[in-house]
């Protein structure tokens, strides 16, 4: 069992939420309300667990003093010496779930998800690959009742994607999803393998959380913007209309491009929607590389070039490099993610948990 550091400050800052909950005007600006309310509830979460906790150590100190009271019958001795696992294991639940409280969560979590998913080493099985994460990714998101939106699709002509960038928006969608950045690498024999050989490919997947306008502001004059006709399917209007968006961001270089709608207002709007959301995950990066001693440990990066994780398909496994999880891979790959989603959450709040101790100790 983790030692719990001090409550006070956490109840201090309770009551500081109460203050500005009552006042006259609270409720004026809208998102800020939203954001003090949710810590609110996060904060009276914590204290009730806490107080649950307390309770759960008064409780098992007087049953181990009633157990060695030679004074007491016998029976009761046995009953309350009987009750102390349960008390204990009850004791251990407690604490953790108040540790996971204390830890201030991602500002970002309730965002929405930009994903982003590419072919990478492979040809055209690396694109089907490519496809067949997407299709995860959407099923997992129907699983949870969130909304799935292309934003701009490459296709590949044996199957799946060059390239695919889709927004998830849902309840807490980029909590969920922000652990999926990295290669993933399949290992299978391909559709068009023809000596029956097992080959590995990979695609890379990208997580950003949805940025909005306060996080990122961007200067129209840094912009280039460029419209083209959009190739592909679509019939006749695609091939004849200037529909297709290419944005350049110039002091970073970052480049968007959207044709997925045949209005170029439309693929603007989206190619900025992906744009705030490239630059407000690198400004995260930059501020996440200053604090690389207090992430270490923590699960991974974040970064695309970081291999997270390998889809064998003979051996019916999925394997989790960062954490050393397998799991069968059918349910997996079909949209079941929640089991290898929690299992990442729960390393990392243990590694955000040694975190929170260590700097109590200091």
Same mark, same amino acid.
């Given at each position: ?14 009551? &500081?939420?109460?203050?500005?909950? $009552?006042?006259? +005007?609270? #409720?004026?600006?809208? *998102?800020?309300?939203?954001? =003090?309310? /949710? ?123 060059? &390239?695919?960038?889709?927004?998830? $928006?849902?309840? +807490?969608? #980029?909590?969920?999803? *922000?652990?999926?950045?990295? =290669?993933? /690498? ?177």
């Amino acid at each position: 069992m983790h030692k719990i550091p001090d409550i006070a400050p956490f109840r201090a800052k309770l009551n &500081e939420l109460d203050a500005k909950m $009552s006042e006259p +005007d609270f #409720y004026s600006d809208q *998102k800020r309300a939203a954001e =003090v309310s /949710r810590e609110h509830t996060r904060l009276s979460a914590l204290i009730e667990k806490f107080e649950a906790f307390h309770d759960a150590e008064k409780q098992i100190a007087e049953n181990k003093a009633l157990a060695a009271d030679a004074s007491v019958e016998e029976e009761l001795r046995e009953m309350a010496e009987e009750e102390l696992e349960s008390l204990e294991a009850e004791r251990e639940k407690l604490s953790n779930d108040v540790l996971r409280l204390m830890i201030p969560p991602d500002p970002t979590d309730s965002r929405n998800s930009v994903m982003e998913i590419r072919g990478g080493a492979g040809g055209d099985e690396a694109n089907i690959f490519a496809g067949d994460l997407y299709r995860m990714y959407t099923r997992y998101a129907e699983s949870k009742g969130w909304r799935v939106e292309i934003m701009s699709t490459s296709p590949a002509e044996t199957g799946g994607f060059r &390239e695919i960038i889709f927004n998830i $928006s849902g309840e +807490d969608a #980029y909590k969920h999803l *922000k652990f999926e950045s990295g =290669v993933h /690498r399949v290992q299978r024999v391909p559709v068009t393998e023809t000596q029956g050989r097992i080959h590995t490919s990979t695609a890379t997947v990208a997580v950003l959380p949805e940025a909005e306008e306060v996080d990122i502001e961007i200067n129209p004059n840094d912009l280039e913007i460029s419209t083209m006709r959009a190739s592909g399917a679509g019939g006749q209007h695609v091939n004849t209309t200037d529909s297709a968006v290419m944005m350049v961001h110039k002091p970073t270089g970052v480049t968007v491009y959207c044709a997925d709608e045949r209005s170029q207002i439309k693929n603007r709007a989206k190619a900025l929607v992906v744009m705030r959301s490239r630059l407000l995950k690198a400004k995260q990066d930059e501020e996440a590389a200053k604090y690389a001693a207090e992430r270490k440990g923590q699960i991974g990066t974040g970064d695309r070039s970081e291999r997270i994780r390998t889809y064998n398909y003979p051996q019916g496994r999925l394997s989790d490099h960062r954490i050393g999880l397998n799991l069968s891979l059918p349910p997996v790959i079909d949209g079941d993610l929640d089991g290898l989603i929690e299992a990442l959450h729960n390393v990392d709040y243990e590694a955000r948990i040694e975190n929170l101790l260590k700097k109590q100790e200091a």
